[in-house]
């Protein structure tokens, strides 16, 4: 049974660490949350580690870039795992092939750039593509477009017996008032069309072992029982959280505020009518972060 709590404060001293999702749970792609900012220095200042788990298709940098530049202090993480780089680390595995068509906006061109492996990575080269061996997906070309408009080039791709690497699980994202379409959507179209995608960010494991090694770097290896993550997407923070036998805290006032009846909190009916419907169950509920 899912416990709708108050304030993070009310269960935080049970974690050494939190898995805290961004988008919809810091900020709404503008701006950030101020209650849940001040709710992360909170655990911070307490001795917690916070990792930063994020399905952005953005390497590590460009994401600690986009926060300081959106005014989230920096006193209120400690460091960053995304999807961005753990599906880079596949691509320069060579996971999709050398010669690789790219589909996503101008802003994610940074995916390509070099990234420290051990042994040597194999050179990727962006083509046509009719000259392809796979495809790289950090997200439409236009995230407000119906997935449907790629259809053609997956049926190419299809026949050609590509793979597509998605370097962001996510179907959907609310930007301020506006929800956009992610670089899941079109994977999830290209996987019903007959295609194979390959994923990397939550739910999906190699995103949870990169997580780890981030929190390796910093000396801090919490047991699973004492992690904790936090996310308002049910099929990705949730259901990876499960899928982990990790914790989970479950911001029902993001993407699926709706569904839930949350104002301030949650409906305690529709939420279980909800996650009943889901068949994921949250260790814990809460509005908003706070």
Not at 12 to 37: F, I, R, T
Not at 64 to 93: C, Y
Not at 191 to 201: I, V
Not at 262 to 280: E, G, H, I, N, Y
Request: contains cysteine.
């Amino acid at each position: 049974m899912t416990r709708i709590i108050e304030r993070l404060d009310e269960i935080s001293h049970q974690y050494d660490a939190l898995l805290v999702d961004l988008w919809g749970c810091v900020h709404n792609g503008l701006e950030p949350y101020p209650e849940a900012v001040a709710a992360l220095e909170r655990y911070r200042a307490s001795g917690g580690t916070i990792l930063l788990l994020t399905n952005s298709p953005r390497p590590r940098a460009g994401v600690t870039k986009q926060l300081i530049e959106m005014g989230v202090p920096e006193n209120a993480w400690h460091t960053i795992a995304t999807s961005g780089d753990s599906a880079r680390m596949a691509m320069f595995r060579g996971v999709v092939g050398q010669k690789v068509y790219f589909i996503g906006e101008d802003h994610d061109e940074r995916f390509f750039e070099p990234l420290k492996l051990m042994g040597d990575p194999v050179e990727i080269t962006r083509v046509p593509l009719d000259q392809a061996d796979g495809i790289v997906c950090t997200g439409p070309f236009d995230p407000m477009a119906d997935p449907s408009e790629n259809r053609a080039t997956f049926l190419y791709a299809k026949q050609k017996g590509m793979k597509l690497l998605c370097a962001n699980p996510d179907i959907v994202v609310d930007r301020g008032e506006r929800r956009e379409w992610c670089a899941g959507a079109l994977a999830q179209l290209y996987t019903e069309m007959g295609g194979e995608s390959l994923y990397f960010g939550k739910p999906h494991p190699p995103i949870y072992d990169l997580a780890r090694a981030r929190l390796a770097e910093l000396g801090k290896v919490p047991a699973t029982d004492r992690l904790l993550a936090i996310g308002d997407g049910i099929a990705t923070d949730i259901q990876g959280a499960q899928g982990e036998d990790i914790d989970s805290l479950f911001i029902t006032g993001g993407l699926a505020a709706a569904e839930t009846g949350t104002d301030r909190q949650p409906d305690p009916a529709k939420l279980d009518s909800f996650l009943s419907d889901k068949m994921v169950t949250p260790t814990y509920a809460i509005g908003k972060l706070r």
